[in-house]
């Protein structure tokens, strides 16, 4: 943040000296108070201008190498330096008011364990205690914990001592019916899901086997309040479930892959959550729609999903792109991802009110992060989303550039603003890349990003 800068010279006149202090205690009161003002840019859904759809062959055509698929070296690895904070008039971009000019006081910037190029595993208990692991990112082993907000962090107590210490996390989630810690990824003795109660006791929940389809590292882990579950693959189509809770930490899993399949065969799931026992999912691959899995499993049965396009494959708007992220609660369910063509973050809402299915397309909203001023004309790609009631919040990179954005929509995606960190009038945002994000008990957002970074934006 840019202070006031003031120039002192040694007067020869006790009045002029006097008259200078004056001065400069107004300019800096000035000052402090142009510091206070938030300037944010906000977008209404109903707005028939779309900016950004062209597409750049450059801008995050390459899923991340994270989950198993082709890097990309232009995707946010090396700064284009046609891509500063000068307007390109090749992106459509023209010189904005709105876009930070102010820096914003609203934010909270800390850091947490895991440093490496990404953060997938992040779990809020309340807005003081959160959990984060290292597992996808490039570096780093353990699970960690704050009790105060992200200042502090430390390595999980655990019985048998230290069991996480050398984990590769992916995946962290609290059942809010077992009140069980799961935690999805890479342990010793070949254990791929464990539960962690309050006494920091393991639990066996899930064993990789030597058979195909059993020998895959976990990404993501939910069980239903009935005791049925799922594990789905970090970087492969395969998954397996359980009808109910089991001591068998092997044998009670059965191979689910077939149920999330398109016309050209499996397809790969990239996040999961549950509400009860409805499972809902999200994924597809870089070389067809995207897709969102929705509730179909019946009780004492096989694993299913209802797989269901975002886009029409046979209209004009149709593109190739993979959802990243899902959140879904009683108020309905949020999903986040990028046309892969055209480099630009999608995000797609559900809000279940009036009796209205979510497997009918019609009920879904649709909004491209291009809408948005800031982020106009820029490589955008949203890996991770939050939702609790109708405050939903998207946050993902600018994958040319290297930088991360937070939107927000209060009135359950009707409409939505950028809350980034732009300081000095910025065009790039301060904020690193961001992969996950929990709202607050009061609205507002916690994230966790690239480099370690965790961050908490509070109006």
Not at 28 to 42: I, S, Y
Not at 243 to 252: G, V
Not at 277 to 302: H, K, M, N, Q
Request: net charge negative; glycine share 12%; aromatic share 8%.
């Amino acid at each position: 943040m840019t202070e006031p800068t003031t120039h002192r010279a040694k007067s020869l006149m006790p009045w002029i000296l006097t008259l200078g202090v004056i001065t400069m205690s107004t300019s800096v009161a000035c000052g402090l108070l142009g510091e206070e003002e938030n300037n944010m840019t906000t977008v209404d859904m109903s707005g028939d201008v779309d900016q950004g759809t062209t597409p750049d062959e450059d801008q995050g055509t390459t899923p991340d190498e994270d989950q198993g698929t082709t890097p990309d070296e232009d995707q946010g690895t090396i700064p284009d330096e046609d891509q500063g904070t000068t307007p390109d008039e090749d992106m459509g971009t023209e010189p904005d008011e709105d876009m930070g000019t102010e820096p914003t006081s609203n934010w909270k910037i800390m850091s947490h364990p895991c440093a490496g190029n990404r953060t997938d595993a992040l779990h809020c208990d309340d807005d003081s205690t959160c959990y984060t692991g290292c597992g996808t990112t490039t570096s780093g082993r353990g699970m960690y914990v704050t009790t105060d907000g992200g200042v502090t962090w430390n390595p999980m107590s655990t019985t048998p001592d230290e069991f996480l210490n050398a984990s590769r996390v992916n995946d962290i989630w609290r059942s809010p019916d077992d009140g069980l810690l799961y935690v999805a990824g890479d342990h010793s003795v070949s254990f791929g899901v464990v539960s962690v109660d309050d006494s920091g006791t393991i639990g066996e929940v899930f064993k990789r086997g030597n058979t195909v389809g059993f020998g895959f590292t976990p990404g993501n882990f939910r069980r239903g309040s009935s005791g049925r579950a799922v594990v789905e693959s970090l970087t492969g189509v395969d998954l397996v479930y359980r009808n109910a809770d089991s001591d068998d930490p092997s044998e009670s899993w059965l191979d689910g892959s077939d149920a999330v399949s398109g016309a050209r065969g499996r397809l790969q799931t990239l996040d999961l959550d549950v509400v009860g026992d409805d499972f809902y999912g999200c994924g597809s691959t870089i070389a067809d729609t995207p897709r969102v899995y929705l509730p179909a499993w019946d009780a004492d049965s096989e694993y299913d999903v209802e797989v269901m396009n975002l886009v029409d494959p046979e209209s004009l708007a149709a593109y190739n792109g993979e959802m990243w992220g899902i959140d879904a609660d009683e108020s309905g369910v949020v999903v986040g991802g990028v046309n892969q063509a055209a480099g630009v973050g999608m995000v797609y809402v559900f809000n279940a009110e009036g009796g209205l299915a979510p497997n009918d397309l019609a009920n879904w909203s649709e909004f491209r992060v291009s809408k948005v001023p800031t982020l106009t004309g820029k490589a955008t790609w949203v890996q991770g989303v939050c939702r609790s009631g109708n405050t939903i919040y998207a946050v993902g990179r600018e994958s040319r550039e290297g930088w991360g954005f937070v939107l927000r929509s209060q009135d359950a995606g009707e409409s939505w603003e950028d809350i980034s960190l732009y300081e000095g009038g910025a065009s790039k945002s301060s904020l690193a890349d961001a992969y996950r994000c929990h709202v607050t008990s009061t609205g507002g957002v916690i994230i966790a990003g690239s480099g370690g970074q965790f961050a908490v934006y509070e109006d």
